[in-house]
């Protein structure tokens, strides 16, 4: 039976590898993964990471494209492929204008669908924006609901979806995250390129990692968190903060405005507004294993990611998440992670707190697996052949 596997972001990418390698794996099945490229660059290297064959590249990336601009190319495009392909299962990845385009494609083309990290909801229309209102729009055409944990299939119940239809797996995310810390504890060349790259890290300072990207926090409220993660840095400057850059003109320009400019890969810098205190490192956006070494050598991680509020608890990272609600709320009442909204303020003061205080920062820093065990990908696809 074919299923045709849709991604279009890195995030995307990341999580369908464990199910695409089931789904090879499988007797019942032949996957067809097809890229949208949404997200080309940061797509291509998890492509490459993970050595995930993309069978159709749409390529359909265009500069300063908005969600309307993608949602109509990838609707147009998807419908030639299903009538080209005529799948058995369409299978779209979380929350984004890819996925929502390609579950509209498959329901005109009367195409069974399955979401996988299905359910996940903060109740608010434009937090985050637009993924909030995507996951919603999804569950309506969905035929299978792979949801990652009891809460989000609870969410999926209120909303009058049948039981028969939601299955509790686990994040596929995490899957890849074990794959990915296996690979890098085994040592060899690609750990020893990495220890290469990050060598102008102190070994004994403390490192802080840090992403910033969410579309509804541009304009006051990004720079605010600059300006936060530049008194962080000033404060503590026994840490080495590290922020790899989105190259989202909205977010690069506040960041090269107030700290500094961002190091290239080749060495080369950004003419910046400002100069970033020398502890705080602006770099490019990190490929995936990279991203994951550095999270596995910090002390504490800052982000407005939705991926990162998954995975940081599943190493026992304590979290401060940069936003006002989250759509994983379990991270919170777990313990591992904390709400700061975008205040410039509040950041400063709760990441201090974890870094001065150690009696509170332990009480963070455990790990937790309610997002999955490593082996959603491979239950999801048993899901799939009892349905066939």
């Given amino acids: 039976m074919k299923v045709l596997c849709v991604l279009g972001t890195r995030p995307e990418a990341i999580k369908f590898v464990s199910v695409v390698r089931a789904l090879q794996v499988s007797n019942r099945f032949e996957p067809i993964v097809c890229a949208t490229g949404q997200h080309r660059d940061m797509l291509d290297q998890v492509l490459r990471a993970f050595d995930l064959r993309v069978d159709i590249d749409l390529n359909l990336m265009t500069p300063g494209q ?41 329901y005109f083309s009367r195409t069974r669908l399955g979401h996988i990290e299905a359910g996940l909801r903060t109740g608010a229309k434009f937090a985050p924006y637009p993924e909030e209102l995507m ?15 009891n809460r989000a299939r609870a969410n999926l119940l209120e909303e009058g ?53 969410r579309r509804e926090s541009f304009g006051k409220a990004f720079e605010e968190i600059c300006l936060a993660l530049r008194d962080i840095a000033k404060q503590s400057p026994d840490i080495d ?11 690069i320009d506040p960041v090269e405005r107030i700290l500094g400019p961002v190091r290239r890969v080749n060495n080369r810098w950004n003419k910046g507004g400002a100069h970033a205190p020398p502890n705080l490192h602006l770099i490019e956006p990190l490929d995936y294993f990279s991203f994951v070494y550095l999270m596995g050598r910090s002390e504490l991680i800052i982000t407005d990611s939705g991926g990162i509020q998954e995975e940081a ?19 919170v009442e777990a313990g591992c992670a904390l709400l700061v909204g975008t205040s410039r303020r509040r950041i400063v003061l709760e990441a201090m707190e974890l870094l001065n205080n150690r009696t509170h ?16 990908g491979r239950k999801i696809v048993q899901i799939l052949g009892s349905l066939s």
């Fill in 161 to 213: 979806i049948s039981s028969e239809r939601v299955w509790v797996t686990g994040n596929t995310g995490i899957d890849a995250l074990h794959l990915a810390l296996k690979l890098l504890k085994g040592g060899g060349k690609l750990r020893d390129e990495i220890d290469q790259r990050f060598a102008f890290l102190r070994p004994e300072a403390r490192l802080v990692l840090v992403t910033a990207h």
């Fill in 313 to 331: 608890p599943s190493i026992g990272k304590p979290l401060l998440v940069m936003r006002d609600v989250t759509e994983r709320q379990e991270a």
């Fill in 135 to 149: 996951r919603r729009g999804i569950s309506v055409f969905t035929d299978a609901h792979f949801a990652p944990t």
């Fill in 361 to 376: 920062y332990d009480a963070f820093a455990h790990k937790s697996n309610v997002f999955g065990d490593g082996e959603s």
């Fill in 66 to 106: 908005s969600p309307s601009d993608v949602t109509s190319q990838v609707l147009q495009a998807l419908g030639r492929v299903l009538k080209e392909v005529n799948p058995d299962w369409v299978l779209v990845q979380g929350d984004t204008v890819t996925a929502f385009a390609a579950a509209i494609a498959a």
């Fill in 241 to 251: 903060l590290v922020y790899p850059v989105h190259l989202n003109p909205n977010v």
